[in-house]
């Protein structure tokens, strides 16, 4: 069975430090891992994905994630967080075919202070 | 346009209305899903069409019914719903059955209101 877990449902964060959002998985095989943005008022977009290539996964707009499997973790991060990244992330882990097995986080908000 | 557009983006209805969403994907691709996202609540798959054939649906109320005319247009019909369907309703796309990929095209959503 599949399940992923996102560590924290609300992160915050000054304008230009780091950011750092929690996401660990559980597979009983290689999964393949994703995260999603979502804006205000907006759908999904996807903003990183790791499909057992490189461990170091880098996505839009300056994020980026490392996949270790000893940790079943894939935490996303970006070194210095802007106004505009304030949004809710979601952690997502697929393995099958099956679209029910595209499993969703239950997403984390992160908020930007100025 | 962008890749998946969803009319309308907000909907209220009364419990005895009939009502339709719709979704139109200019990716090309040859499957189309519903999802529903509640507050506090993890994403819901609701359907999956491959090729306008449904091939998943997830014990899912009869009042929501599902329609795929076409690969590109995925529609979702709604009658005598409660206020707890009160939700943001997406539809993404992927070009196959999001096989080992999990890559999703989603939609901004359509807002429904049950009063």
């Known amino acids: 069975a599949q399940s992923v877990t996102q560590l924290d449902s609300h992160v915050s964060v000054s304008e230009g430090t780091p950011v750092l959002l929690r996401c660990n998985y559980s597979s009983s095989y290689s999964p393949s891992l994703f995260w999603y943005v979502q804006h205000p008022n907006k759908g999904l977009q996807l903003l990183l994905k790791?499909?057992?290539?490189?461990?170091l996964v880098k996505g839009i707009n300056g994020f980026e994630a490392e996949f270790k499997k000893s940790e079943t973790s894939f935490h996303l991060t970006k070194p210095s967080a802007h106004m505009s990244d304030a949004a809710e992330y979601f952690c997502?882990?697929?393995?099958?075919?099956?679209?029910?097995?595209?499993?969703f986080g239950s997403g984390t908000r992160l908020s930007i202070r100025p | 346009e962008t890749g998946v557009t969803q009319t309308p983006r907000h909907l209220v209805m009364g419990m005895t209305n009939k009502k339709s969403l719709k979704c139109e994907q200019h990716l090309g691709h040859n499957a189309m899903y519903w999802y529903k996202q509640s507050a506090k609540k993890p994403l819901e798959l609701m359907f999956v069409y491959s090729l306008e054939e449904r091939v998943e649906n997830n014990s899912v109320p009869s009042r929501f019914s599902p329609e795929c005319p076409n690969s590109s247009h995925l529609f979702l019909h709604l009658h005598t719903l409660q206020p707890e369907d009160s939700a943001l309703y997406l539809c993404?796309?992927?070009?196959?059955?999001?096989?080992?990929?999990?890559?999703?095209?989603f939609g901004e959503g359509s807002r429904l209101t049950v009063l």
């Open positions: 993404a796309s992927s070009q196959e059955i999001a096989a080992n990929t999990g890559e999703l095209f």
């Open positions: 790791y499909t057992s290539a490189a461990t």
């Open positions: 997502v882990v697929s393995g099958y075919s099956s679209a029910s097995k595209i499993i």
